[in-house]
């Protein structure tokens, strides 16, 4: 259908144009011209022909290409960078918010370093069950030196606990350290060595030997008893430092000989080292009867925070979980050896720091 806008008007007059609704009354579209590679105008006018092609380059006889130095354009590559002197960088360096970034960094480099180094030093040192054995203070380092020396009036043994965690020794008498034989080791080399400086034996080496010596012991007595627990298939509730704090006991009986033998001799000196033996021995019985012959006799505890099955239990694992006769036997054995042991290893350490007779000749330096 064809529209007319003059139609159906007075004549002469302009009509408002209407909107066209059907689409096809327009008539068709013109179509797009088809594409063609000759056809492509770019659009601007060459400006001519192209340079003829030349082999080499043209220099210009009139430039100079040795009378001025070349530019330092620095890193980045054609900028210039401007050199900063020493006046410019002090300046800079003091100032405030300069300063707090460099403490600020190098307290961060310092807590990192710290971190690294206590991740390293827990894989193999327990250092939290060390702050259990040195939580003393002077009243408990005077107190087990009383009982080391006089064992004989103590009653109660049994080492206190809360809960399931041992009370620190600060809090109880009857528990391990190892204030007391790390202190007793440095006083027991300090005190060889002026023994034998009284007797004109002293050299630098002998400080060395000494301590050397005194360590190598104690290193191969834990192993002693570790492996005597391991083979002979005994469980008890000591722990490794336990034994260490007990085995470094000695060193009181030690100091307490060689002061002794200072004081009267030779006489002295195992007066001395008799009593305080037997003092040790009887310390060491009384304190490790009761860790060691306990063994694995608790009360068996609930697993995984959930109560005892309402069912019987099986006899089987009952019967393998109680100590036997023969357990118990290799406990006490155990004990008495360590009892023996600890009395001896005092004698071999210390004999021959005390001055011989004067018709003897003095003892090997160990």
């Given at each position: 259908?064809?529209?007319?806008?003059?139609?159906?008007?007075?004549?002469?007059?302009?009509?408002?144009?209407?909107?066209?609704?059907?689409?096809?009354?327009?008539?068709?579209?013109?179509?797009?011209?088809?594409?063609?590679?000759?056809?492509?105008?770019?659009?601007?006018?060459?400006?001519?022909?192209?340079?003829?092609?030349?082999?080499?380059?043209?220099?210009?006889?009139?430039?100079?290409?040795?009378?001025?130095?070349?530019?330092?354009?620095?890193?980045?590559?054609?900028?210039?960078?401007?050199?900063?002197?020493?006046?410019?960088?002090?300046?800079?360096?003091?100032?405030?918010?300069?300063?707090?970034?460099?403490?600020?960094?190098?307290?961060?480099?310092?807590?990192?370093?710290?971190?690294?180094?206590?991740?390293?030093?827990?894989?193999?040192?327990?250092?939290?069950?060390?702050?259990?054995?040195?939580?003393?203070?002077?009243?408990?380092?005077?107190?087990?030196?009383?009982?080391?020396?006089?064992?004989?009036?103590?009653?109660?043994?049994?080492?206190?606990?809360?809960?399931?965690?041992?009370?620190?020794?600060?809090?109880?008498?009857?528990?391990?350290d190892l204030y007391i034989?790390?202190?007793?080791?440095?006083?027991?080399?300090?005190?060889?060595?002026?023994?034998?400086?009284?007797?004109?034996?002293f050299s630098p080496e002998?400080?060395?030997?000494?301590?050397s010596s005194a360590l190598?012991?104690?290193?191969?007595?834990?192993?002693?008893?570790?492996?005597?627990?391991?083979?002979?298939?005994?469980?008890?509730?000591?722990?490794?430092?336990?034994?260490?704090?007990?085995?470094?006991?000695?060193?009181?009986?030690?100091?307490?000989?060689?002061?002794?033998?200072?004081?009267?001799?030779?006489?002295?000196?195992?007066?001395?080292?008799?009593?305080?033996?037997?003092?040790?021995?009887?310390?060491?019985?009384?304190?490790?009867?009761?860790?060691?012959?306990?063994?694995?006799?608790?009360?068996?505890?609930?697993?995984?925070?959930?109560?005892?099955?309402?069912?019987?239990?099986?006899?089987?694992?009952?019967?393998?979980?109680?100590?036997?006769?023969?357990?118990?036997?290799?406990?006490?054995?155990?004990?008495?050896?360590?009892?023996?042991?600890?009395?001896?290893?005092?004698?071999?350490?210390?004999?021959?720091?005390?001055?011989?007779?004067?018709?003897?000749?003095?003892?090997?330096?160990?």
């Amino acid at each position: 259908m064809n529209f007319n806008a003059s139609r159906n008007g007075p004549s002469g007059a302009i009509r408002k144009a209407k909107r066209v609704s059907d689409v096809a009354a327009m008539g068709t579209p013109a179509p797009n011209p088809a594409f063609s590679p000759t056809a492509y105008s770019p659009g601007y006018a060459p400006t001519g022909p192209p340079p003829p092609y030349q082999e080499s380059f043209q220099l210009d006889a009139n430039q100079d290409f040795n009378t001025h130095a070349p530019a330092d354009f620095g890193f980045a590559g054609g900028f210039p960078s401007p050199m900063t002197s020493p006046a410019q960088i002090s300046s800079m360096l003091q100032q405030p918010v300069v300063q707090d970034m460099a403490i600020q960094y190098g307290n961060q480099l310092a807590a990192q370093g710290k971190e690294a180094v206590q991740r390293e030093l827990h894989k193999f040192v327990p250092v939290s069950r060390l702050r259990y054995y040195f939580a003393v203070d002077t009243r408990y380092v005077i107190r087990k030196l009383m009982l080391i020396v006089f064992p004989y009036t103590h009653k109660e043994w049994m080492v206190k606990y809360d809960q399931d965690t041992p009370v620190q020794p600060r809090y109880d008498i009857n528990a391990p350290d190892l204030y007391i034989p790390s202190m007793g080791y440095v006083t027991y080399v300090l005190l060889a060595g002026f023994m034998l400086g009284l007797q004109h034996r002293f050299s630098p080496e002998q400080i060395g030997i000494q301590a050397s010596s005194a360590l190598a012991y104690i290193i191969f007595e834990m192993l002693l008893y570790l492996v005597t627990l391991y083979v002979t298939n005994t469980s008890t509730s000591l722990k490794t430092l336990d034994l260490l704090a007990y085995s470094g006991y000695k060193y009181t009986v030690m100091i307490s000989s060689l002061l002794a033998g200072l004081l009267a001799g030779r006489t002295g000196y195992y007066c001395g080292l008799l009593y305080s033996s037997c003092a040790l021995s009887y310390f060491l019985v009384k304190t490790l009867r009761l860790q060691l012959l306990s063994g694995s006799q608790g009360p068996e505890q609930p697993s995984y925070g959930f109560p005892n099955p309402p069912y019987a239990a099986n006899p089987y694992s009952d019967a393998w979980d109680k100590p036997t006769p023969g357990g118990t036997k290799r406990r006490v054995y155990f004990l008495l050896f360590v009892a023996i042991t600890q009395p001896l290893l005092c004698w071999w350490l210390t004999y021959h720091l005390v001055a011989s007779p004067p018709g003897e000749g003095a003892g090997p330096a160990r």
